[in-house]
């Protein structure tokens, strides 16, 4: 591998870069010509610091499946094992530039990154740029749970595919299910001061102001990322504006602070959220966000809809026991692409990439899942689950404590239109 | 307005006496040593992790007398058996052994505890609202941090200028021979202080665990704010971290209870932008956005204009 790299740029610092380019290239492909090979795959994602937690339970579930569902059954592409190098990018986009040279360096072309808009985004440059600089040598981007639409809409990439709803289709539904709600006549948003965080409070405000004109928004709060000890003062100012819901995109130790001091300010209104589950955050709510707290997800919570995905749940507690399925769709990701993978017979991007293109797949959970080729989103039915104990068949946390579905939307309602313009690589 | 004014002064004293626990420790050891002690917070998060996993079995009053304790006894041997040999090397081999100490512990509690947030709650005997004003509820157990904490502040002043084994440990840190002269064994004040002012990081994260969560990263973010405030106050000078303390905790809470930004101050001087002026940013930039960040704007302008802090004595 070094060798081949080194040769690269040897040649290409030669007078001719295309015949060095052609050159270097078919070394690459005469040293890796051996047929048992593993797939290798990057999980790139915070590993370490403050929201390491979310990574390692992706990390944690991304690996079962591959396990799982393939390398227990002899392998993908006629006996090659999938292997997943794990990628701390720290949840930093200057970490992550150096990761993906790592990724590179390792000749690994698929990466899966989830965790932070900005990281996404940035994850996403990088690769066009590579890529365009690099032909034979792309890298493809899985993001399965960034979600600042941009990533699908003027920012799209043909190099990038997203396998979670994005915030704008998460919160179509979710002001949806509000705006049914006829006790709310108010409501505060607050959020992490980044991209995402902007998005929700944004695309909340218009859609309430287009479903429900006579809920007033009476407070629209950010606040920086990471960065909050202590939210109560905060809530000091939910309180006292005299709101009847909140709407949070917060995650990890934000959401979980958060969810904390309200509730143990005594503020007994519903708390909407994207990410207010597992890693901690439903046992650590427990009693006291019972009946209040509730999430906007893709698939479905309790009770799981087929017998197939219980029982990757249940397996999957057995081996981890501290873990939770809490993103079935790093699972979808990991089936579509290996699915692309074996249609093609090929583990190229570029194939894959073509084969994943308007792809429809049937989870798990039995749903027939879309990938849009215009923008490369997933479509699927969305759900908002409610944090409770009662009817939880599968917890959360070992805490008895977990999510039961309560509304659900298939997959067609969920469609936006998307404003992408994708320049296609030709080959 | 007047609630959310009684509100915010009251988080902001939680918060600072909260931070004065840390801090006190903190610039103890820095008026002993001559070098910040970059791990301090690493035990304060240990603190609420011994805490935490203590009360599993004794519950939380258990965990409360016992896990400070058992921090105090490591940051003893810390010292005893890493910092006095490093100390023969000089500052930067401490500050650097510090430096390593916060990973270390860090990585340790990630090893042991693992990455998630412990379900760490406060206990069923201060889970009450102490008073309630204007529909808020101000709960016990806040009540009971900062009774702690002043009751901790009260002990300190007490020992450090009224007690007889306090006026050695301020002469040991100033005049570390004479005091060794006159039969005194330094090395083992020194070794009781660092064990102390670890003990009183443990202490805080013991009872912030619960209402701040405990997750590894619950260091980082308060360490740096410790940092700001032994700054802040004057390197070494314990009244001067107790003021800093709580100006930064009310400083933080009432920038955020407020809701005056650029756009304001902009309508006072008569001028606007349109959301697409380029730095449209700027121009709706509010106080409350940058609440966290003002403890650090406080401290450049501190270095600036003051540079030995607020009431650090003058290096000669």
Not at chain 2, 114 to 123: C, L
Request: proline share 4%; glycine share 8%; net charge negative.
């Amino acid at each position: 591998m070094k060798r081949s790299l080194l040769l690269t740029k040897i040649f290409g610092s030669c007078r001719k870069p295309l015949l060095a380019i052609s050159l270097g290239s078919a070394i690459i492909i005469s040293s890796t010509s051996s047929a048992q090979e593993p797939v290798r795959i990057a999980f790139m994602d915070p590993l370490s610091g403050t929201f390491a937690s979310i990574g390692n339970t992706g990390r944690t579930i991304l690996e079962f499946a591959a396990d799982y569902f393939y390398n227990s059954k002899g392998g993908i592409l006629g006996g090659r094992m999938i292997e997943v190098v794990s990628l701390d990018n720290k949840q930093s986009p200057n970490e992550t530039q150096l990761q993906f040279r790592r990724a590179v360096s390792e000749e690994i072309q698929i990466i899966f990154q989830g965790n932070s808009s900005a990281v996404a985004s940035t994850l996403s440059q990088t690769i066009s740029r590579h890529n365009r600089r690099n032909p034979g040598q792309e890298v493809l981007q899985i993001n399965y749970s960034a979600v600042d639409p941009i990533l699908t809409e003027d920012n799209c990439s043909f190099w990038h595919f997203r396998f979670d709803a994005h915030a704008n289709m998460k919160l179509n539904i979710l002001t949806d299910f509000i705006a049914a709600d006829p006790d709310i006549s108010s409501m505060y948003i607050i959020g992490q001061d980044y991209s995402f965080g902007q998005v929700v409070s944004d695309t909340t405000i218009k859609l309430i102001n287009e479903k429900r004109p006579d809920i007033e928004i009476v407070g629209n709060e950010f606040h920086p990322i990471g960065q909050v000890k202590d939210f109560t003062p905060y809530v000091t100012k939910i309180v006292s504006s005299g709101a009847d819901a909140v709407v949070t995109g917060n995650f990890g130790a934000d959401m979980v602070s958060l969810a904390r001091s309200i509730i143990d300010s005594g503020l007994d209104i519903p708390i909407y959220t994207f990410y207010a589950a597992y890693d901690g955050i439903t046992a650590t709510l427990g009693e006291g966000g019972k009946n209040k707290i509730r999430l906007i997800h893709n698939g479905v919570a309790n009770p799981l809809p087929t017998e197939t995905r219980k029982q990757f749940n249940r397996d999957f507690k057995i081996a981890h026991p501290n873990y939770d399925v809490t993103q079935p769709r790093i699972v979808n990701a990991l089936q579509m692409v290996v699915a692309a993978m074996e249609e093609t017979q090929s583990t190229d991007p570029y194939d894959v990439a073509l084969a994943l293109e308007d792809m429809r797949f049937t989870t798990m959970g039995g749903e027939e899942i879309w990938m849009r080729a215009q923008d490369h989103q997933i479509f699927q039915g969305l759900s908002v689950s409610v944090h409770t104990d009662e009817g939880v068949e599968f917890d959360a946390d070992n805490s008895g404590w977990g999510l039961v579905t309560e509304y659900q939307v298939p997959l067609e309602e969920t469609m936006v239109e998307s404003s992408c313009q994708m320049r296609r690589p030709s080959r | 307005m007047l609630e959310v004014f009684i509100f915010a002064t009251l988080n902001g004293l939680v918060t600072g006496f909260l931070l004065f626990m840390l801090a006190s420790g903190l610039t103890l050891i820095f008026s002993m040593m001559g070098v910040l002690n970059f791990a301090h917070a690493s035990f304060y998060m240990l603190g609420a992790y011994f805490a935490y996993s203590l009360s599993l079995y004794f519950g939380f009053w258990g965990g409360l007398i016992f896990a400070p304790l058992i921090v105090g006894v490591l940051g003893a041997l810390v010292e005893r058996y890493g910092l006095r040999k490093v100390h023969a090397s000089g500052h930067v081999a401490e500050l650097v052994f510090t430096f390593g100490l916060a990973f270390l512990i860090e990585e340790a509690i990630q090893f042991f505890w693992g990455r998630d947030t412990k379900n760490y709650q406060t206990p069923d005997l201060l889970d009450f609202p102490l008073f309630t004003l204007f529909g808020q509820e101000f709960s016990a157990y806040r009540g009971f941090m900062m009774t702690i904490s002043i009751a901790i502040f009260i002990a300190l002043y007490y020992v450090l200028t009224k007690s007889r084994i306090g006026i050695i440990i301020q002469a040991a840190i100033t005049h570390p021979q004479t005091v060794s002269n006159l039969g005194h064994n330094v090395p083992l004040i020194f070794m009781g202080v660092f064990g102390m002012g670890t003990a009183l990081a443990g202490l805080a994260g013991v009872i912030a665990g619960p209402v701040l969560t405990t997750f590894p990263g619950m260091a980082a973010v308060l360490g740096s704010i410790v940092f700001v405030i032994v700054v802040i106050g004057g390197l070494g000078s314990l009244p001067g971290a107790f003021i800093a303390s709580l100006l930064i905790g009310l400083l933080q809470s009432y920038a955020i209870a407020s809701d005056v930004g650029m756009p304001d101050l902009l309508g006072l001087l008569g001028i606007s932008f349109d959301r697409s002026h380029p730095l449209n940013d700027l121009w709706t930039m509010n106080l409350p956005q940058i609440a966290p960040v003002l403890p650090y704007l406080l401290l450049v302008l501190v270095l600036i204009f003051r540079p030995t802090g607020l009431l650090g004595k003058r290096e000669e």
